[in-house]
Each structure stands twice: as structure tokens, then as C-alpha cells.
Nanobody, 119 residues
């Protein structure tokens, strides 16, 4: 079992920045691939960025060049640095941890943190 707690959401004006944090506990953090997802009202949850246990990263086209995902295995934390925020980035942001072991998917979610970009 992995418990995930997000923090760092809030209100920001367009062009501003926020850094989201996701603190993990309950298992060996470093073996999990981690991701940030978001869900806007009336829309499906979508991948924003993910980072493998080995440190490889992947971003949605809509956030490339503006967002940066990173992880600190010593602190059991994954971060999402969000710069040049736009109103369309407004959503609830969720942290995810997942791994496949012996053909079983282990998949965990945080409770989400609200990001609102307003003009």
C-alpha cells in the first residue's frame, strides 16, 4: 500500500507559477513510477507528466516547456513545477504511483489538490 498526499495548489494569475508536492508513505517509494494527472470540470482525467523509477520523464503536449516533474527519493516526494500558467490549466491535480510486479498492477492515487488560474 502507498499513501499519497498532495499539496501546493491554490489560486494564481495567468503567467504565474505553482509547485505541487506529493508525499508518499507506506512502501518503497523509489520503485514506483510516479505521475501527475488533472481533471477539469466536465472533462476526463488526463496525464500531465510522469517520471519513471529510473528518472525518465514524459509530458503532455499542452504542458511541455512549462511544467517540470521531478522526484526526490530520499524525501519520498514527487514535484510538479508549473510555470507560465494558463486559465486552461485550471483543474484538480492528482498524484499517482504505479508499478507492475508479477503481472499485477499496483496503482494508487492521492486525494487531489485544486489549481485555479484566473484573470
Amino acid at each position: 500500500q502507498v499513501q499519497l498526499v498532495e499539496s501546493g495548489g491554490g489560486l494564481v494569475q495567468p503567467g504565474g507559477s505553482l509547485r505541487l508536492s506529493c508525499a508518499a508513505s507506506g512502501s518503497i517509494f523509489s520503485i514506483y513510477d510516479m505521475g501527475w494527472y488533472r481533471q477539469a470540470p466536465g472533462k476526463q482525467r488526463e496525464l500531465v507528466a510522469d517520471i519513471t523509477s529510473g528518472g525518465s520523464t514524459n509530458y503532455a503536449d499542452s504542458v511541455k516547456g512549462r511544467f517540470t516533474i521531478s522526484r526526490d527519493n530520499a524525501e519520498n516526494t514527487v514535484y510538479l513545477q508549473m510555470n507560465s500558467l494558463k486559465p486552461e490549466d485550471t483543474a484538480v491535480y492528482y498524484c499517482n504511483a504505479h508499478r507492475v510486479y508479477s503481472a499485477i498492477l499496483y496503482d494508487y492515487w492521492g486525494q487531489g489538490t485544486q489549481v485555479t488560474v484566473f484573470s
